[in-house]
């Protein structure tokens, strides 16, 4: 198989060197080599002068970027990490092509290791992704491979064909045909990228393409087009342009700007900044939102995704960037909706090969973890803009690569399948709350998956509102556990039936708070209860007792290693032999009542009555007192008598 090709084989390296080929100055021959894309001369005439002394870091870094796109990873990683060490002129996207570069060698030990020192640096998000990703793909029994046919287009041509969308029954799509040999784009040696269009067949196949007529005419670059019934518009992005020419900013750069045609109607740039490319813009009709890719300077690496609000298409907000979740230190591009899933693709180097497409649920306006399509629509080289539809009892995709056996640069592939395709997962999500109180969330709270075996699977802690989620590669039974010091224990075993066909569980977990049941009462540490009064002169329990017993039931239940002591009293009238026969009764009552409901033996240490030996108050034999200062006297506790060892 061959070597996976650059990203400059997609629409993103297509332009890229406009968005830098005037942005530097040219001192050095190897400059001149690089900025025109002849990566093999720019090398040759950097070495040089890397020998000679006279290579500046932003020239070596060039050189390490050369290495890169000639497949040389051993010595682009040696010059990235020699670069890195000095702290000075990598960035996120360098950092990425880094570790990209020691995935391809035999250093992937080094990889790990770099990873496992800098994992403090790193977001959350990014390790969850980095951890997610790479335990999904290396599973061998989630990734037993595909039930479907992927099927090249026979209307693809030798140049660049790529970011296929639907068009009622036709698919448009970008192509560097050239049509005209006077207006070649030099850096590519293909055509200015024009959209084209062409028939839908029944068996996925699309008829002759022709240039797509339902857009204003331009000399320049035309591309990526995305057509929203709903707006009855397509958009796509241009080359900057006026009176017919590029448009160039101060420092010479000519970036590409976002428009939308309404069909049969006029024409209006969205999006446009002279200094900054838009890509692969997405209108979700559901949101009104428009979706796009951009190298704005303040994002996660390289091209990263945003959105805008609008009305109908205009813009009516600053683009807003997905965040860490979706955007890394690597590309991003070509977001796209299916019911409720989002998928994009990236060059992020945990993947398969250069540009991988990544699907993530969305869920009340957030995304879950990205999750890697897997072999098949992913290979070791670029694979990137997905589209898919319902069509008939299934679905009908595509998207563009530029794996072996292809016709040209990159291709159309297409596929049908009988439900969405990628690596099956499940997520779990809700929140945790209290027990008694369950209005009251638990933050800080363990929340874990087990498999059946007892391994663990995943692990997470709930927010400031005690909300958890978590996502796994699919297993057929799993056991949900939460925990948190001073609480009770969880646990939720879920059967495969319960499991089968789902994607997301919602799941709310209930757990007790060791000091919300516990109260200290006479110097000691007891079972929080309602004060209740057995009959006059009787130990049988009333419903109202029953109650209250029932609460320890639960509180052993949820604290299974405390040891109780069951003691009552009684108050000063009758004679104290009667006394402490009665209130042991009352004790053997309480215990009997509690094992019968469930509560092991072994945790009632002692079952004791006091008579009336620890009166309260003054109301001692031949004191005169109210009835209520009497039954102030009168009382049963449930003592905790490994409190303070429970917890350590």
């Known amino acids: 198989m061959k070597k996976a090709k650059n990203i400059s084989t997609t629409l993103l390296g297509y332009f890229l060197g406009i968005a830098f080929c005037f942005a530097q100055s040219k001192s050095s021959k190897g400059d001149d080599y690089f900025f025109q894309y002849d990566y093999k001369n720019a090398i040759s005439a950097y070495e040089l002068d890397l020998k000679n002394g006279t290579l500046s870091e932003q020239q070596f870094l060039n050189l390490a970027d050369a290495y890169f796109k000639t497949n040389n990873f051993e010595k682009a990683s ?77 209307g693809n041509s030798p140049q660049s064909d790529f970011s296929p969308s639907f068009y009622g029954g036709q698919l448009l799509f970008s192509s560097g045909r050239l049509q005209d040999t006077k207006r070649r784009y030099v850096p590519a040696n293909e055509g200015y990228l024009n959209i084209y269009e062409a028939g839908l067949q029944s068996n996925g196949q699309i008829s002759t393409a022709i240039p797509f007529s339902g857009i204003t ?32 900013d101060e420092n010479g750069k000519n ?17 446009k900044d002279l200094s900054t490319s838009f890509y692969y813009p997405f209108y979700d009709e559901k949101t009104e939102r428009l979706y796009f890719a951009a190298n704005f300077d303040d994002g996660f690496g390289g091209t990263d995704i945003y959105f805008v609000h ?61 999750i890697n399509l897997g072999m098949g629509i992913n290979s070791s080289d670029d694979d990137f803009g997905l589209i ?75 927010d400031d509102e005690g909300n958890y989620r978590l996502e796994i590669p699919w297993e057929k039974e799993l056991v949900l556990e939460s925990s948190k010091e001073r609480y009770s224990m969880f646990t939720k075993r879920f059967t495969e039936k319960e499991l089968d066909g789902e994607e997301s569980i919602n799941y709310d977990i209930s757990i007790s708070s060791y000091d919300d049941l516990v109260e200290e009462k006479e110097g000691q540490a007891v079972v ?24 320890v039931v639960l509180f052993v239940r949820d604290f299974p290693s405390v040891q109780l002591r069951i003691e009552t009293y009684t108050d000063s009238r009758g004679g104290s032999s009667t006394n402490f026969r009665l209130t042991q009764s009352r004790s053997d009552a309480i215990k009997k009542y509690l094992i019968q409901n ?7 240490i002692y079952s004791i009555g006091y008579g009336e030996d620890k009166i309260l108050n003054n109301c001692t034999n031949g004191v005169f007192c109210l009835e209520v200062l009497h039954k102030q006297n009168q009382r049963s506790m449930i003592v905790i008598l490994n409190d303070n060892v429970l917890f350590d």
Do not use: C
Not at 255 to 271: E, T, Y
Not at 398 to 413: I, Q
């Open 78 to 154: 040696d010059a990235y990490l020699s670069l890195y060490k000095k702290d000075t002129l990598m960035s996120n996207h360098h950092f990425n092509k880094m570790m990209q570069s020691l995935s391809k060698t035999t250093k992937k030990e080094r990889k790990q290791a770099f990873l496992a020192t800098m994992s403090s640096s790193f977001q959350k998000e990014f390790l969850e992704n980095l951890e997610f990703n790479t335990q999904l793909l290396e599973d061998s029994n989630t990734n037993g491979g595909m039930d479907f046919q992927i099927f090249n287009l026979n």
């Open 217 to 248: 005419s331009s000399n320049y670059h035309k591309a990526t087009p995305y057509y929203s019934q709903a707006l009855r518009s397509i958009f796509y992005v241009l080359s900057n342009s006026e009176d017919g020419e590029l448009s160039f």
């Open 255 to 271: 970036a590409l700007a976002i428009g939308m045609q309404v069909k049969d109607g006029r024409f209006q740039l969205l999006l």
């Open 310 to 370: 609008t009305n109908r298409g205009q813009i009516m907000s600053a683009p807003i960037n997905l965040g860490p979740r979706i955007n890394s230190a690597g590309n991003e591009i070509a977001p796209y909706i299916f019911e409720d899933s989002f998928y994009f693709s990236s060059d992020v180097f945990y993947g398969l090969g250069g540009m991988d497409i990544y699907r993530s649920n969305i869920d009340g306006g957030t995304f879950s973890i990205p």
């Open 388 to 462: 898919m539809r319902n069509d008939g009892d299934g679905l009908l995709g595509y998207f563009s690569s530029n794996r072996p056996g292809g016709k040209g640069k990159d291709d159309l592939y297409g596929f049908k399948v009988d439900k969405k395709p990628g690596l099956k997962t499940i997520a779990l999500k809700g929140k945790v709350v209290k027990h008694v109180k369950k209005s009251k969330f638990v933050d800080k709270a363990a929340v874990r998956l087990w498999d059946i075996n007892g391994n663990m699977l995943a692990e997470t802690y709930t």
């Open 528 to 551: 929080k209860l309602e004060k209740f009064f057995f009959g006059r002169s009787a130990s049988q329990l009333t419903p109202e007792i029953e109650t209250e017993l029932d609460k």
């Open 598 to 604: 469930g509560v092991p033996s072994s945790n009632i």
